[in-house]
C-alpha cells in the first residue's frame, strides 16, 4: 500500500512568542535544547521572540544573548521623541542590533526565520521571510504608540503581536514536530491603578488573545503564569526569567528528548 504522507521539510520548529521583558525567558529554552541536542532546523518569532530567536539563530549562545540583552534595558535604549508615531524613539536599540547581529538580512541566518510584524497600512499580519533584518526585528517590536512605528518597502510596521502574538501557526505546515514558548497566560487578577500597571496590563491583554489556535498547534506547548508577575521593561530579572524558561523546558520537553535518544539506537 503507498504511503501518501508528505514529508515536511523541518523535523523540528520553534516559535517564540512577545512578552517584553519576558523573553529572557527564552533563552532558557534556548539553552536546555542545545544541552540535549535538540536544535531547532526553522525558528518564528514575534515581537521579543523574533529578537532572541534572531540571535540565536545568527550563531550566539544563549549565555552570550543575556550578556548583549541585559546590560541595558530596551527602555534604556529609547529616547522621548516628538514626531515619528510613538512616544519613544528606538534609533539606538536599531543601532545595538546593527553592531551586534551577525548577518544584515533574514534570508542570511544559518537556522532560517520567520518573524511576524503588523501591517498598518493593511491591517494584517505579516510574515517576514527576507529583508533588512535589524529593521525587521525592530518592526516586530514596536509597541504601538509606545514606540515609533517602522517603515519598510513603503509599509508601515509594529509588533506582530497584535495579530500573531504566539507564531506557532508560521511555521506549523512546514514542520514535523514544533516547539511553542508562549510567555504566559493571561491571568485573572487585580492591578494597582497607576499609568504604568494599567498600560503594562493592556497591552498583555491586547497581545496575548490571539493566541489560542497557535497554542493548539503545538506538539510542545511550553508557559508558565510565574513570568507574568514581571512588568514589561523590568530587566533586573533577566537572570530570574532565563532560570524559569531552562526549568520549564526541561520539565515540559522530556518526553521528546527521551524520544530522541530512542531514536539513534541502532
Known sequence: MADNRTTRPYQLGLALSGGSIKGFAHLGVLKHLDEVGLRPEIIAGTSAGSIMGAFYASGYAPEEIHEILSKTGFMQMTSLTTKGGGIFSTANFFKLLK???RYRNLEDLP?????????????????FTEGPLAKIILASSSIPILFCPVEIDGHTYVDGGLFRNFPVTAIREDCEEVIGMNLGPVQSEEIPKTVKDIANRSWELVFRQNTTPDRAACDYLLETSEVTKFGMFEVSASEQLMQMGY???????APLVKKKKGAKKP
Do not use: N
Open 111 to 127: 537556522i532560517p526565520m520567520r518573524i511576524v510584524a503588523t501591517d498598518l497600512d493593511l491591517g494584517g499580519q505579516h510574515i
Open 247 to 253: 526549568e520549564l523546558a526541561k520539565a515540559e520537553l
Open 99 to 101: 553592531k551586534h547581529l
